[in-house]
């Protein structure tokens, strides 16, 4: 054989296994592009977390610092069987809460409990504890919850402030939407200083507006600033199919300061009042009533002790309005949410001016505000 032959032979050997990957399929090795760089078919690695935007490790720090303080929230209501009569729990509904003290303590939405039976709380940890009701504010949609959890396994959320809001700032919302534990989502506030109504029909004032997504199961879950501090508790959203349209609201942290800890002390929030029944709205205004009428006054009461009076009926049947509340503190008042607005910054034993119209002549009458159911 001669040596041209030889060496024929030989490098044909050396490319039949080359031959023989590519026809069985085996991805060939990534080249190398000219000048030193990598071939843009080839696979790349995840990027490391270093590549991240400053946003982006914001985000992460603020949810991993506040998750652990977020709860999931399981309600069960007693039915009765048609046939046997027997009672049994049945699930009614979840939601989200989050821990307030090391004693135990998770605040969440009035409307996640109501009519519940039994309650179950699911920490961080996965620990599921029996709840029990501390108690309950349906003006506010609030609620206190009390599980025996160590307090060493709890987290309490670092609580803000509403006084330095800017519609804009960017918001995130910590809850357990459709049963999903520890769901973020984030937005901005959209609107400062709306009202909402509450499942008591009282309005609630100063909420926050956000378009951070809101869906059934956030309800009670905390709203954070980018610092990750506590501004409000998620309570609704607007939407005409039940879920998310971008419009949320959360009761603000102000309101939240204030009835937690009256909830947590006493049990229900102690109000402030004047010892008075109200006429309805719907009847003062079919009667041409501008203000709040007064239809009873408690002698024994702050109202009764001032002077004020009710309605009373003529001999005929017919009802004589008594007096009519035009205005507090020289704020007009021209329905009762406008009332209960003005009387929610006042406490116990304060004195207020109270402005009536009886037998169409203005008075001004100081009342000391007594205890109110």
Request: glycine share 8%.
């Given at each position: 054989m001669r040596l041209r032959d030889l060496r024929i032979l030989l490098l044909l050997a050396l490319a039949l296994p080359a031959v023989i990957s590519s026809v069985e399929g085996s991805p060939p090795r990534p080249r190398r592009a000219t000048g030193g760089e990598a071939d843009p078919r080839a696979p790349r690695d995840a990027a490391p977390s270093?590549?991240?935007?400053?946003?982006?490790?914001?985000?992460?720090?603020?949810?991993?610092?506040?998750?652990?303080?977020?709860?999931?929230?399981?309600?069960?209501?007693l039915r009765r069987d048609f046939?046997?009569?027997?009672?049994?729990?049945?699930?009614?509904?979840s939601g989200s809460g989050f821990i307030w003290d090391r004693q135990g303590h998770v605040a969440t939405n009035y409307h996640v409990i109501a009519g519940a039976n039994a309650i179950s709380v699911v920490t961080a940890d996965r620990s599921e504890y029996?709840?029990?009701?501390?108690?309950?504010d349906p003006d506010h949609d609030l609620a206190v919850l009390q599980v025996p959890a160590p307090s060493e396994s709890l987290a309490p959320l670092v609580v803000g402030d509403v006084d330095h809001l800017r519609v804009g700032q960017k918001v995130l919302a910590i809850g357990n939407p459709f049963g999903l534990d520890h769901t973020l989502t984030t937005g901005i506030v959209s609107a400062l200083g709306r009202s909402i109504r509450s499942m008591s029909d009282r309005t609630i004032e100063g909420v926050i507006q956000t378009d951070a997504a809101i869906n059934p199961g956030n309800s009670g879950g905390p709203l954070l600033d980018s610092s990750g501090r506590l501004i409000g508790i998620n309570t609704q959203i607007v939407s005409p199919s039940g879920a998310y349209a971008g419009v949320g609201f959360?009761?603000?942290?102000?309101?939240?300061?204030?009835?937690?800890?009256?909830?947590?002390?006493?049990?229900?929030?102690?109000?402030?009042?004047?010892?008075?029944?109200?006429?309805?709205?719907?009847?003062?205004?079919?009667?041409?009533i501008q203000g709040v009428a007064i239809v009873d006054v408690d002698p024994r009461g702050a109202a009764g002790r001032a002077g004020l009076r009710g309605m009373r009926e003529t001999p005929d049947g017919d009802y004589e309005v008594g007096d009519v509340i035009t205005g507090l503190d020289g704020e007009e008042i021209a329905d009762v949410d406008d009332l209960y607005r003005i009387l929610d910054r006042r406490k116990v034993g304060d004195r207020v001016l109270v402005e009536t119209l009886r037998d169409g002549k203005t008075r001004k009458i100081s009342v000391t505000l007594q205890q109110v159911e």
């Open positions: 270093s590549d991240l935007l400053p946003d982006e490790r914001a985000t992460i720090a603020v949810f991993e610092t506040a998750a652990p303080s977020v709860v999931f929230i399981t309600t069960r209501a046939w046997s009569m027997n009672l049994f729990e049945v699930p009614q509904g029996r709840a029990k009701v501390v108690g309950v959360a009761v603000p942290v102000d309101i939240v300061q204030w009835v937690v800890p009256e909830l947590i002390r006493y049990g229900k929030l102690i109000r402030p009042g004047l010892g008075v029944t109200l006429l309805q709205e719907g009847i003062a205004r079919r009667w041409g």
